[in-house]
């Protein structure tokens, strides 16, 4: 059965959200290459140590060898990080926006789309509260009851296309909207000296700038394994019809398996 | 049928072309301009959010390690290196522009005008942050001295610094603040970091501290003050180095 599933809000703001999250990454990793260390604490350690993540470069045998450094673990990354196409850069070229080292640009575009997902995530929060989308991404009881199964289903690429998100995709995505995105926002205003003056809880929230600024990396770390995983799950529950919904809002339901209640033709 | 592996990799060289795409989105474009826009809602959003509020101030005991160098480390006109040999006593600030009262502030002067300390986070555009004990006198009691006439909206630093050397000659760093931030009360001229005198690699004989913005704010090697109503008559028209170089002018985030 074919049913209207996705609002145009939705997917409006799903598609700027796509269009900034893709921004918001390749110049973030331009600005992140300014200064390639991600530390713990109020301030970054030159005198001491609270480094926990490092790119670097350094003279090695067959010439320059890019280095990352976690927790002390030195690797070889020569290539992609820290050195790529015999240029000193943490994250390649085709990693950042713009290619060229420009940390001026990278920060005024990233700033520009964090507005824009700001904005958009205003508009979407007030339009799913009145048109009942939250609700639908908040498992309920029963919902968490079946977890188990719901897990087993896709671990065996068993979809059950229906009306309604299935437990996994309301955890997904309602962790998306309602933990990464505001810890990215807040981590990033964090980071403002200027909101420091606004808001100096927040420094005690995340315990210092600089741990604020390691936070933001690694959620950013966790949308990329959420990206990789949703377009996973698009390409193995059938994409044109996923794609359909969010592009059109139709969606063709597993007849037997929809509960005529969902089955909602708004 | 389209072959899948062509289809991924299509999808790859698609994806790598778009980092591309934006590379010309510097310098004049429209598109530079669009997305630059944001910086005045960012600048207006600060100043809405916090008027006067203050920076957040750390414990003697968070200064575990020197101040970090950068920018410019040393200034080296004949004027300046012969004012460095003799400790900064001849040193003069000056204040200029639209005041009713032009100021020439000896450093010895200087000290002895009202001083404040404060313990604060010094923020680099690049990413990092160190804290340090900062102790000068505030700006409001010098711009006090010399009145500013109400038309002055902005006070622009002058520096001994030679911050570029080209063909066209030397370009000395150059940095602007308005009267908002100028008269903010954590606001500072120092020359004191970390119980010390202020070293040269840190702008002797006096920078600015201004809290809640970035660290090419913070301007060292000062030499004089001007106020003005408009900064397109300096540099390239945005009274600041770096923001005539693509950065912002207000530099709170």
């Keep these: 059965m074919l049913i209207y599933r996705q609002k145009l809000i939705t997917r409006i703001t799903h598609w700027i959200w796509a269009i900034c999250l893709f921004f918001l990454m390749l110049t973030g990793l331009q600005i992140f290459n300014a200064h390639p260390t991600l530390y713990i604490g109020q301030e970054s350690g030159f005198e001491y140590d609270n480094a926990v993540l490092a790119i670097g470069a350094r003279e090695g045998a067959d010439g320059l060898q890019g280095v990352v450094q976690v927790f002390g673990q030195t690797f070889d990354t020569t290539g992609v990080l820290g050195v790529s196409d015999g240029?000193?850069?943490?994250?390649?070229?085709?990693?950042?926006?713009?290619?060229?080292?420009?940390?001026?640009?990278?920060?005024?575009?990233?700033?520009?789309?964090a507005w824009l997902l700001v904005?958009?995530?205003?508009?979407?929060?007030?339009?799913?509260?009145?048109?009942?989308?939250?609700?639908?991404?908040?498992?309920?009881?029963?919902?968490?009851?079946?977890?188990?199964?719901?897990?087993?289903?896709?671990?065996?690429?068993?979809?059950?296309?229906?009306?309604?998100?299935?437990?996994?995709?309301?955890?997904?995505?309602?962790?998306?909207?309602?933990?990464?995105?505001?810890?990215?926002?807040?981590?990033?205003?964090?980071?403002?000296?200027?909101?420091?003056?606004?808001?100096?809880?927040?420094?005690?929230?995340?315990?210092?700038?600089?741990?604020?600024?390691?936070?933001?990396?690694?959620?950013?770390?966790?949308?990329?394994?959420?990206?990789?995983?949703?377009?996973?799950?698009?390409?193995?529950?059938?994409?044109?019809?996923?794609?359909?919904?969010?592009?059109?809002?139709?969606?063709?339901?597993?007849?037997?398996?929809?509960?005529?209640?969902?089955?909602?033709?708004? | 049928m389209i072959d899948r592996r062509k289809l991924l990799l299509g999808g790859a060289a698609l994806a790598l072309s778009g980092c591309k795409v934006l590379d010309d989105a510097a310098g004049d474009s429209a598109l530079h301009k669009l997305f630059a826009s944001a910086e005045n809602l960012t600048m207006a959003s600060q100043r809405l959010l916090s008027p006067n509020a203050l920076a957040p101030t750390f414990e003697p005991s968070d200064i575990r390690q020197g101040q970090r160098p950068n920018g410019s480390v040393n200034a080296d006109s004949p004027e300046y290196l012969s004012m460095a040999a003799a400790g900064f006593e001849p040193y003069q600030l000056r204040i200029t522009g639209l005041v009713e009262r032009p100021q020439s502030i000896s450093y010895g002067a200087l000290r002895n005008m009202p001083q404040q300390s404060q313990i604060t986070r010094h923020d680099c555009?690049?990413?990092?942050?160190?804290?340090?004990?900062?102790?000068?006198?505030?700006?409001?009691?010098?711009?006090?001295?010399?009145?500013?006439?109400?038309?002055?909206?902005?006070?622009?630093?002058?520096?001994?610094?030679a911050i570029e050397r080209g063909l066209s000659g030397e370009?000395?760093?150059?940095?602007?603040?308005?009267?908002?931030?100028?008269?903010?009360?954590?606001?500072?001229?120092?020359?004191?970091l970390n119980d010390a005198a202020l070293p040269i690699a840190h702008g002797a004989p006096i920078r600015l501290r201004v809290e809640r913005q970035l660290g090419y704010k913070q301007t060292k090697f000062i030499h004089t003050i001007e106020l003005t109503d408009s900064l397109l008559p300096y540099g390239a028209g945005k009274g600041s180095y770096w923001a005539d170089r693509g950065y912002e002018w207000y530099a709170g985030i």
């Design chain 1, 87 to 113: 240029e000193v850069r943490a994250f390649p070229a085709a990693l950042t926006i713009p290619s060229y080292t420009s940390l001026a640009t990278g920060r005024t575009i990233h700033f520009f789309f």
């Design chain 1, 119 to 266: 904005g958009t995530l205003t508009v979407w929060v007030i339009a799913s509260i009145l048109n009942g989308h939250v609700r639908q991404l908040i498992p309920n009881l029963a919902d968490l009851r079946g977890l188990p199964r719901d897990i087993a289903d896709h671990a065996r690429l068993r979809f059950h296309h229906t009306a309604s998100y299935n437990v996994l995709q309301k955890l997904a995505y309602g962790s998306v909207l309602f933990v990464a995105l505001p810890l990215m926002i807040a981590t990033g205003l964090t980071m403002s000296p200027s909101f420091n003056a606004t808001a100096p809880w927040l420094l005690d929230v995340f315990q210092g700038r600089q741990t604020a600024r390691t936070i933001h990396f690694i959620t950013m770390i966790a949308l990329i394994g959420f990206f990789g995983v949703h377009m996973l799950m698009i390409l193995a529950a059938g994409p044109l019809n996923e794609l359909r919904s969010i592009i059109t809002g139709w969606y063709r339901t597993d007849d037997a398996q929809t509960d005529p209640k969902d089955a909602r033709h708004d």
């Design chain 2, 125 to 161: 555009v690049e990413g990092w942050s160190c804290i340090a004990k900062w102790t000068g006198t505030p700006l409001s009691a010098v711009l006090n001295e010399a009145k500013p006439k109400l038309t002055a909206r902005y006070a622009v630093f002058h520096c001994f610094d």
């Design chain 2, 171 to 192: 370009v000395f760093y150059y940095e602007s603040i308005d009267l908002i931030d100028a008269y903010h009360p954590q606001t500072i001229l120092a020359y004191g």
